[in-house]
Every structure is written in structure tokens, then in C-alpha cells.
């Protein structure tokens, strides 16, 4: 996202990525976090402001200020966690 992360395994980090429109995506994957924040709300797209993301979880990553190393690690064990609540509520764990 912003930075390089040190640990180079953060890159491909569940954590790291989020599913977002290809329009977006493509737009928004070269630049800086302060910028891709931009694109998920829909504010800077050739001058002029366009849909935003429709993805809730973007509208939420886009009003941190910063996504750094730790943001990655907590983030990829939120989302560990909730995939593993999942499949044992729904009994797919032995």
C-alpha cells in the first residue's frame, strides 16, 4: 500500500489486499495509500469525481491515516479469525 513493508511476506499478506472494482484497481495500484484513499472515494479520477468503491471495507480502510506494517498484521489476523469463526459456525471444522 504505502510503503514497502520490511517483511516481505506482508506483501502477500491476506492482510495486504482487499477486493476492490477492476476500474479501481486499476486506476488506484501505483499510487501511495493518501492517494489510492482517493480513488476508493471516488474523489480524483481524471478531474473530476467518479462513483466510489461500493465495497464498505474500502470507505473504512480510506479513513485510516496511514496503512503501515502493523495495520497489515492486524488486519490479516482479523481476517484469519473471522474465516475461522465462520467455518466453525457453520460446522465445516473437525
Do not use: C, W
Amino acid at each position: 500500500m504505502e510503503h514497502v513493508p520490511s517483511n516481505n511476506k506482508l506483501l502477500d499478506s491476506l492482510g495486504n489486499k482487499v477486493l476492490l472494482e477492476q476500474s479501481i484497481n486499476i486506476k488506484a495500484s501505483d499510487y501511495h495509500f493518501a492517494d489510492k484513499k482517493k480513488f476508493y472515494m471516488g474523489e480524483m479520477r481524471r478531474g473530476a469525481n467518479k462513483k466510489p468503491s461500493e465495497i464498505i471495507e474500502l470507505h473504512q480502510i480510506a479513513q485510516l491515516p496511514d496503512f503501515t506494517e502493523q495495520t497489515i498484521i492486524e488486519r490479516n489476523r482479523r481476517i484469519v479469525n473471522r474465516f475461522i469463526a465462520y467455518l466453525a459456525n457453520e460446522h465445516l471444522l473437525q
